[in-house]
């Protein structure tokens, strides 16, 4: 089975990287307590850091790697896709070549931070529960929100661009997608 090319913004890899690892992080509080114990605190989930290692190879491999460090200085975060784990929206916070570059062959690393801006769509929730605003928003248009059912066939990149928008915007809208390349009929997509 080929995998599919792992790809950043418009970054597509022209063969996947050989290492990829997910480290997920909490941040927690240590407090000492008289005597000679401590009391430790949960302050929550901190973002996931996506690091990995490869290489291009064969002609035109230097020109590769100059195309990724191109990415590397665009500014924001962006979709992050993997042929294998979740997506996630990133920012590329790390691009490093780990020997002499030559024009066949170009070792390096990278790392990507998540992005978390759930916290907009978690407080949305609150001020509207969930089953109201799915109620007056299922046909389409609610206020500023449209909502789509997912029909057999359809993926995200489908929906983005039927209606006009952005892949990435359709990722930060549902948190609740945890792999935008799994996505099932009925469920729904908040498209704006």
Known sequence: MELAPMKYKDFTWPHN??????????EMGVHKVPFGRYHMQDLGLTRRVMKGEG??????????????????????????????WQAANVYFVELSLSQEPRRDYVRYTFTFWESYDG???YARKEEDPEGERMAATEGGVSGEELWHTVARGE????????????LT???ARNPQIKNPNLIHVGEKVRVK
């Open 17 to 26: 990287p050989r290492t990829y690892t997910i480290e997920y992080r909490r």
């Open 155 to 166: 993926s995200l990149w489908k929906i983005a661009r039927d209606h006009g928008v952005e």
């Open 55 to 84: 290489e291009f190879v064969g002609p035109g491999a230097y020109e590769q790697f100059k195309a990724l460090a191109a990415v590397f200085y665009s500014d924001g975060p962006g979709a992050l896709i993997h042929p294998v």
């Open 119 to 121: 916290y907009k769509a």
């Open 169 to 171: 915007q359709i990722i």
